[in-house]
């Protein structure tokens, strides 16, 4: 995905679209769209079938619905308001149901995390069953500023910093894209006006009980208000330049895997620790994050404490050393190797 859209986003949302992913990089391949019902993704449902329309090719453009049962009939009405939708506009709809409330407690995560974390689980098992490429989702600026302050607010480092990344790596037949990142709420809202086209509205998104609904109703209005007028432009150079930063270290990071001969097994990894020797603390731990993430190991639990731990123990290797990590990984020495084992 391109990103040479005006810097202050003024396009209409349609030709800022066609601009930062350009339709002859997905037309030919199968798309599916993460479809709420709410505003944002039903412009950007609109966006691609009218494109679709306008340019053909052989790809197939479908939409995805998560039911996350947590508002009783509302969640029902919501699939199927979006199975109207989509059959007026000639679109195939996949409606899938999550039951949130037992994820979170197998998980022992909150409300919030765990819908996140099933619906993803299900768009990407989903969108692989159907031979889709893309899945896009309709995340917008406004949603990239939200991020940035909840991060910080949470404590983050440089690859939080950076916020919504544009596409993202499920598996390796799906990429997840986010045609709208450059795109204002205000600027969707607009579109759907202009094209008298309706949207469903979340109650839960109001409820102020979670903490993204407190960040967007009280705390960046106040921040606006009393701080800084321009802190919406603030937060997305600021994730823009981190990305930017973050891309840097990641790269001279991956240098450091290779040069260590990772190895990635069956229910372990495998790498040489001297070549860590003498490197920075925080390039040591970037590296253990991309061989960690990539060997499919969940990040959720790996707090910083434990990456300094871990980095601690590649930059400063006893023989014999063993540590257990989150999810049942057990990290060890033996002679030359660093090994993690599930």
């Keep these: 995905m391109q990103n040479d859209c005006s810097p202050d986003g003024q396009l209409p949302v349609d030709d800022l679209l066609g601009r930062v992913w350009m339709p002859p990089s997905w037309n030919e391949i199968n798309v599916a769209i993460a479809l709420s019902g709410g505003a944002d993704s039903m412009a950007l449902l609109r966006v691609l079938q009218q494109l679709k329309k306008q340019l053909g090719g052989a790809g197939r453009l479908m939409a995805m619905h998560v039911n996350h049962q947590l508002r009783g009939a509302e969640s029902a009405d919501d699939a199927q308001w979006c199975r109207q939708q989509c059959e007026a506009l000639a679109i195939p709809l996949e409606v899938l149901t999550c039951d949130t409330l037992q994820y979170a407690t197998e998980t022992?995560?909150?409300?919030?995390?765990?819908?996140?974390?099933?619906?993803?689980?299900?768009?990407?098992?989903?969108?692989?069953?159907?031979?889709?490429?893309?899945?896009?989702?309709?995340?917008?600026r406004d949603d990239q500023i939200e991020t940035v302050l909840f991060r910080v607010l949470r404590g983050t480092g440089l690859r939080g910093l950076a916020g919504i990344p544009r596409t993202r790596s499920l598996t390796p037949t799906v990429t997840l894209v986010r045609p709208l990142l450059d795109c204002w709420r205000a600027m969707v809202t607009d579109y759907l006006s202009e094209l008298g086209q309706a949207y469903r509205t979340d109650r839960s998104n109001v409820d102020t009980r979670f903490t993204r609904n407190r960040i967007r109703h009280e705390l960046l209005p106040l921040l606006r208000e009393q701080y800084n007028t321009d802190l919406d432009g603030a937060l997305v150079r600021l994730a823009r330049q981190a990305g930017e930063s973050?891309?840097?270290?990641?790269?001279?990071?991956?240098?450091?895997?290779?040069?260590?001969?990772?190895?990635?097994?069956?229910?372990?990894?495998?790498?040489?620790?001297?070549?860590?020797?003498?490197?920075?603390?925080?390039?040591?731990?970037?590296?253990?994050?991309?061989?960690?993430?990539?060997?499919?190991?969940?990040?959720?639990?790996?707090?910083?404490?434990?990456?300094?731990?871990?980095?601690?123990?590649?930059?400063?290797?006893?023989?014999?050393?063993?540590f257990n990590l989150p999810g049942n990984v057990r990290a060890s020495i033996a002679g030359e190797q660093f090994l993690l084992e599930w």
């Design 108 to 140: 022992g995560e909150g409300l919030e995390a765990a819908a996140r974390a099933g619906r993803y689980q299900l768009l990407t098992d989903a969108a692989e069953q159907a031979g889709v490429r893309y899945l896009a989702t309709a995340h917008t």
């Design 246 to 322: 973050q891309q840097v270290v990641e790269l001279q990071a991956r240098r450091l895997l290779d040069a260590a001969e990772c190895v990635a097994k069956p229910q372990a990894l495998t790498l040489c620790w001297q070549v860590f020797a003498e490197q920075q603390h925080f390039l040591v731990c970037e590296a253990l994050r991309i061989a960690w993430r990539e060997a499919g190991l969940a990040e959720q639990a790996m707090t910083y404490e434990w990456w300094n731990r871990l980095a601690e123990m590649v930059l400063q290797p006893r023989e014999g050393a063993v």
